[in-house]
């Protein structure tokens, strides 16, 4: 049987694993989840054969995109 996936629920607050995003982002992204790794789940989005990832409201406004490995 398929193992369901536990998605975090939308309006969920949840931390960015940031060693773990570090390759992958902007410098101006680290500086700032350096600063606070939190965000809000807004949104789910449909990633390339990695599942499926987490959209993020960070504390500033911004809109970022996250694997679900990358946030705890």
């Known amino acids: 049987m ?4 536990s998605l975090a629920r939308i309006g969920s607050k949840i931390r960015i694993n940031i060693e773990r995003v570090r390759d ?3 410098s101006d992204l680290i500086e ?7 965000g809000t789940v807004i949104d789910y989005k449909m990633t390339d054969g990695r599942g499926i990832g987490l959209v993020l409201k960070m504390k ?3 809109q970022n995109w996250f694997f679900e490995d990358e946030v705890s």
């Open 2 to 5: 398929a193992k369901q996936a």
């Open 24 to 26: 992958r982002i902007p």
């Open 32 to 38: 700032q989840l350096s600063e606070d790794p939190r």
């Open 60 to 62: 500033n406004g911004s």
